[in-house]
């Protein structure tokens, strides 16, 4: 969220990316 104030809508869909990404290393 921090990510998405500084770098605006692509950083919300580059953050929004990384958290899904991350939750499905963490389901594996």
Sequence with gaps: VGRAGRFGTKGLAI????????SDVLNQ
Aim: proline residues 0%; glycine residues 0%; negative net charge.
């Design 15 to 22: 953050t929004f990316v990384s958290s899904a990404a991350d």
